[in-house]
């Protein structure tokens, strides 16, 4: 079975596995004999020995030439990891006309592209399409005369022997790494076609243990013998073993996330969760206010004088209809509270925000605590509405627990920070019976007219209620209040409160914070209803939320009783 992979712009798969000699030759057929393809390399800034353009000066294409290589090494390393999932031996001829390396800068990518051959178990066996080539003194006819003295001296045929050396050693090393052979300076490229059918046509499968267990990506070697000397053994000479996340370098760990983010099957190995709501900035801009969780007790962390220490880093990014990156996050965040607090007991919260257009969008994130290297990712769809011919204009609704003063230095504005004072988003909506249960939302574009009553608060039941101000007689008049229901049947009713200020001009909205205590609630699961009526506009809205309020904890050294 034989199939066709070409790389020019990308990797493209000409003809899949097929044994049928009539598409084989047809595919062959519609290749051309031009070399390179675009992966000649250029020059490296000096003119001397340079063919002669006329030029004002000689460009210096080191650069180029290091992403190159690492593009055809990066090509070869997906091509293996599609092999992999194919059982037995495979071999890869590779027709190139070299890969020339730029000191250690391709290194990895050489590196990646064997261990991922060793891995998937295939045999790369090279061909030089350049064939065996003469190298002139004065350079080919096709190309125009050389700088400089080189053409004289023989430093230009030095230099074309060294560069083609180059190019083709890194040819071999592949090779020679993955149990294959390398084919130079031959016009006959049909040996190599004999030399893969005799090293598949028969062979053995030895497997072993190794007795080291520490994965730090070094190169191993092996030596297989046997017992007759009149026998000559060809085998794999070596293979680097995998990297756990404690040997992974700084470049690697950075490359592990972007992996992960681009991958389509997600790590759950740390359970993450997260949550969205919108508040608007303008008519065309609102900000998505994002929440992720991660259970404190997924996260190792490590004690330190009393103090447990733990590091997570998270990256994310916004598609627009799933295609288009229009947001992206990317953070290191540093853990270190009081071990009395118990933080393995309770979750880890992380907020930050997107200021996004309306649309749908599809957001991803992806967390790795530092510790192990353990990862996970939560994915879901988001829809920002266009609230500019909605009948009420309102906001997402926010049900929170907690509410602690801003330590944030970010400049992006943030709806849920108020009188220094910010909403920590409850997204999974369960709440215990001795807290309080916050709600913040808002209303845009409120309408206006006249007002005789007197606006009412929304003050604590325990406050001294001070007398109320008269409401501008052109003012807004929005009111609200919370229900609980249970089986369809109506257990609390919050009192109505009236609003009659535009509390954040700037986006012409009303702000509305409701603080209702959940003493009085018994446990159990609860449909909550926030009742919205703009009472000038006649407009209302009724937007449901399923909550559930458990028992409060005991304090500590309490037993229960009968």
């Not at 099957?265 to 994002?290: E, K, M």
């Not at 400049?411 to 009188?419: E, F, I, M, T």
């Amino acid at each position: 079975m034989v199939a066709l992979v070409s790389l020019a712009t990308n990797l493209h798969v000409d003809l899949d596995f097929t044994d049928d000699k009539e598409k084989l030759t047809a595919a062959l057929s519609a290749y051309t004999s031009g070399e390179g393809q675009g992966f000649d390399n250029g020059t490296t800034g000096s003119a001397e020995g340079g063919a002669e353009t006329s030029g004002a000066f000689t460009a210096d294409d080191t650069d180029y030439n290091t992403f190159s290589a690492d593009r055809k090494l990066l090509a070869l390393q997906s091509l293996m990891q599609s092999l992999g999932k194919l059982s037995q031996k495979k071999s890869l001829i590779y027709f190139s006309n070299g890969i020339s390396q730029s000191g250690m800068d391709n290194q990895s990518a050489l590196r990646a592209a064997t261990a991922a051959a060793v891995k998937a178990n295939v045999s790369i066996y090279s061909m030089d399409i350049r064939g065996l080539q003469a190298f002139p003194a004065g350079g080919e006819a096709q190309s125009a005369s050389l700088h400089g003295q080189s053409a004289y001296s023989g430093q230009s045929v030095l230099s074309d022997l060294n560069s083609n050396a180059s190019s083709q050693e890194t040819l071999a090393t592949l090779s020679s790494d993955t149990g294959g052979k390398a084919f130079f300076d031959s016009n006959d490229f049909s040996g190599v076609f004999s030399q893969v059918q005799k090293d598949t046509s028969a062979y053995y499968v030895l497997g072993f243990t190794s007795n080291n267990p520490i994965k730090d990506g070094r190169y191993r070697h092996l030596k297989v013998q046997v017992n007759r000397a009149d026998l000559k053994i060809d085998y794999r000479s070596g293979y680097y073993t995998d990297r756990d996340f404690e040997h992974l370098n700084k470049t690697d760990r950075e490359q592990q996330l972007e992996d992960e983010l681009a991958a389509q099957l997600s790590q759950v190995d740390v359970p993450l969760y997260a949550g969205a709501a919108y508040f608007r900035q303008d008519d065309s801009h609102y900000y998505l206010a994002v929440s992720l969780v991660i259970p404190g007790s997924q996260i190792p962390f490590v004690t330190e004088k009393e103090r447990d220490n733990a590091t997570i880093d998270i990256i994310g990014q916004v598609l627009e209809g799933g295609k288009f990156p229009v947001g992206r996050l990317r953070d290191t965040v540093k853990l270190a509270v009081d071990s009395t607090q118990q933080v393995r007991r309770k979750n880890v919260q992380y907020n930050t925000g997107f200021v996004l257009a309306p649309g749908s969008y599809h957001l991803k994130f992806v967390v790795r605590e530092n510790q192990t290297g353990r990862m996970g990712a939560f994915e879901m769809d988001v829809q920002v509405p266009d609230l500019r011919k909605a009948p009420l204009k309102m906001s997402s609704v926010v049900l929170s627990s907690l509410r602690t003063p801003a330590t944030s230095k970010k400049a992006a504005p943030n709806p849920l920070v108020r009188d220094q004072m910010e909403t920590v988003p409850n997204i999974t909506h369960v709440f215990t019976a001795d807290q309080h249960l916050y709600l913040q939302y808002e209303v845009y574009d409120a309408a206006k007219g006249k007002n005789p009553a007197p606006a009412a608060t929304n003050s604590p039941p325990d406050v001294a209620k001070a007398p109320a101000a008269k409401a501008p007689r052109d003012s807004v008049r929005v009111l609200t209040s919370i229900e609980f229901l249970q089986g369809g049947v109506k257990v609390y009713e919050s009192k109505p409160v009236v609003t009659n200020e535009v509390a954040a001009p700037e986006r012409k909205a009303v702000v509305l914070q409701i603080d209702v205590p959940l003493q009085a609630l018994k446990p159990g699961l609860y449909l909550c209803q926030v009742n919205v009526i703009d009472d000038v506009a006649g407009s209302f809205a009724f937007p449901r939320f399923p909550l559930l309020i458990r028992e409060a904890p005991q304090p500590s050294g309490v037993k229960a009783g009968r």
